[in-house]
C-alpha cells in the first residue's frame, strides 16, 4: 500500500527555520511529481513547492528564496525552510503523483482533485 508520512514539523520563531520531510513506501517515486501543500486555520490549501522526477522545481510566490524543495533519495522528500515568517504557520502536507503536471499552474487542480497520494500533514507553528 502507498504511504506518505511527514515528519519535521514544530513551533519556531519567526527567522528560524525547520526541514521537513515526507517518507514513501509502497512505491517507487522516481518517476512521480512530489510537492509540498499548506493549509492554515480558515484558509484554502495552497501549493508551497514541487519537484518534477526530471528534478525541476516550483515555488510560490511567498516562499521563494526562503524555502527549498529536494528529493534527499528515490523516496524521500524535503522542505528546507529558513527565515520563517508568522504567515507560515499552517498543516503542512507531502503529496505525489504521476500525471497532471507539476508546475505551479498545476497546483490549484491537484488541490481540488485531490487525486494521486496524499500523507496526514504535520504541524508548522512560527510565533512572532
Known amino acids: 500500500q502507498v504511504q506518505l508520512v511527514e515528519s519535521g514539523g514544530g513551533s519556531v520563531q519567526a527567522g528560524g527555520s525547520l526541514r521537513l520531510s515526507c517518507a514513501a513506501s509502497?512505491?517507487?517515486?522516481?518517476?512521480?511529481?512530489m510537492a509540498w501543500f499548506r493549509q492554515a486555520p480558515g484558509k484554502e490549501r495552497e501549493g508551497v513547492a514541487s519537484?518534477?522526477?526530471?528534478?525541476?522545481t516550483f515555488y510560490a510566490d511567498s516562499v521563494k528564496g526562503r524555502f527549498t524543495i529536494s528529493r534527499d533519495t528515490a523516496s524521500t522528500l524535503s522542505l528546507q525552510m529558513n527565515s520563517l515568517k508568522p504567515e507560515d504557520t499552517a498543516m503542512y502536507y507531502c503529496?505525489?503523483?504521476?500525471?497532471?503536471?507539476?508546475?505551479?499552474?498545476?497546483?490549484?487542480?491537484?488541490?481540488?482533485?485531490?487525486?494521486?497520494?496524499w500523507g496526514q500533514g504535520t504541524q508548522v507553528t512560527v510565533s512572532p
Open positions: 519537484i518534477s522526477d526530471t528534478g525541476l
Open positions: 503529496a505525489a503523483r504521476t500525471t497532471g503536471g507539476c508546475s505551479n499552474g498545476a497546483w490549484r487542480a491537484w488541490i481540488v482533485l485531490r487525486d494521486g497520494y
Open positions: 509502497g512505491h517507487t517515486y522516481a518517476t512521480y511529481c
